[in-house]
């Protein structure tokens, strides 16, 4: 089956600075989204960016299908941004995730 | 926007009995709905496809007799974790897909079998 790869697997950040998370994967797919998966456990849906950039807010993702991976810039991080950044890619009628990249953001 | 309703949030149970999670999509209809699990500090993994009106599809070394899976209508599906056991203990979250828009989750369901 198709793999995904995120990196890195953890970051710490202070307060206010930028990141950039990468998800790499084997195959063509369909479609890709970036979640964050807060402490409780609540998967919330960032972006569904299966080509192009969309920006919302500090956040934004480019993903370049033909190269097989996609990027997610935060900016000016906050505390609140910490928690386990997931991409998932669909291909052949399933959701695949990634092993998450773990954002601490300290104050 | 859609929103996918999970219940209950969390659930303990004794080993041996049976548990049932649902997994409703309030404002839009879902053929297909997915459900996860997922171990402390891992990745999400993929257990089975639920598809309205039809049997689940279950993913390679998911026990289907042990997990239950009823899609009975379009905005609902039902997992039951049979004779529970301490190894089921994890997190379950269920999905629903909608097109174009990718796929929309539930907050997930915290079981612990003691």
């Known amino acids: 089956g198709i793999q995904v790869e995120q990196s890195p697997p953890d970051l710490i950040l202070q307060e206010g600075a930028n990141s950039t998370l990468r998800c790499n994967f084997s195959?063509?797919?369909?479609?890709l989204q970036w979640f964050h998966q807060n402490p409780w456990g609540q998967l919330i849906n960032l972006f569904y960016?299966?080509?192009g950039t969309k920006q919302n807010g500090r956040l934004s993702a480019t993903t370049v299908a033909t190269e097989r991976y996609s990027l997610l810039y935060i900016s000016s991080s906050q505390t609140t941004d910490s928690g386990v950044y997931f991409c998932?890619?669909?291909?052949?009628?399933?959701?695949?995730f990634g092993d998450g990249t773990t954002l601490t953001v300290k104050p | 926007g859609a929103v996918v309703s999970q219940h209950p949030s969390w659930v303990i149970c004794k080993s041996g009995t049976s548990v049932k999670i649902e997994c409703r999509s309030l404002?839009?209809?879902?053929?297909?709905m997915f459900w996860y699990r997922q171990f402390p500090k891992q990745s999400l993994m993929l257990m089975a496809t639920?598809?309205?009106?039809?049997?689940?599809?279950?993913e390679q070394g998911v026990e289907k007799d042990k997990f239950l899976i009823n899609h009975a209508s379009l905005t609902l599906s039902t997992l039951t974790v049979t004779s529970a056991h301490p190894e089921d203990s994890s997190f379950y979250i269920c999905?629903?897909?909608?097109?174009?828009?990718?796929?929309?989750f539930g907050s997930g369901t915290r079981l612990t079998v003691v």
């Open positions: 999905s629903a897909a909608r097109g174009n828009y990718g796929y929309t």
């Open positions: 195959d063509s797919v369909n479609n």
């Open positions: 960016i299966p080509s």
């Open positions: 998932a890619v669909e291909s052949a009628g399933k959701s695949t």
């Open positions: 404002d839009f209809q879902a053929t297909t």
């Open positions: 639920s598809n309205e009106g039809s049997k689940a599809t279950y």
